[in-house]
């Protein structure tokens, strides 16, 4: 059994910061063997991928709206991947979900590259 959960969500000010983990555990798994993916939600709305991280930490992807503020990275042997989030808008305002998958391509954004997903943590931002 594989399990991802995620911490650190809250509500901040807009133009603050937050950071979230996502801590991996499993007697089967290997953290190192995953890439590992961000994606939130907001009310209403669909799943939207955030930020992906390659298997040793060497390639990232970001979305548009998150590229300059936000900052994917992982610890391997902490099992461990964390989201830096800086300079936070009202529109950030989601349910965080961290995701592992044993592909990172360029199609590290679709939903469907990811195998196993954590039950997601909140996130707001006040305007």
């Known amino acids: 059994q594989v399990q991802l959960v995620e911490s650190g969500g809250g509500l901040v000010q807009a133009g603050g910061s937050l950071r979230l983990s996502c801590a991996a555990s499993g007697r089967t798994f290997t953290f190192r063997s995953y890439a590992m993916g961000w994606f939130r939600q907001a009310p209403g709305k669909e799943r939207e991928f955030v930020a992906a991280?390659?298997?040793?930490?060497?390639?990232?992807y970001y979305a548009d709206s998150v590229k300059g503020r936000f900052t994917i990275s992982r610890v391997n042997a902490k099992n461990t991947v964390y989201l830096q989030m800086y300079s936070l808008k009202p529109e950030d305002t989601a349910v965080y979900y961290c995701?592992?998958?044993?592909?990172?391509?360029?199609?590290?954004?679709?939903?469907?590259?990811?195998?196993?997903w954590g039950q997601g943590t909140q996130v707001t931002v006040s305007s």
């Open positions: 991280i390659s298997w040793s930490g060497g390639s990232t």
């Open positions: 995701a592992a998958g044993l592909r990172f391509t360029a199609a590290a954004g679709r939903p469907n590259e990811y195998d196993y």
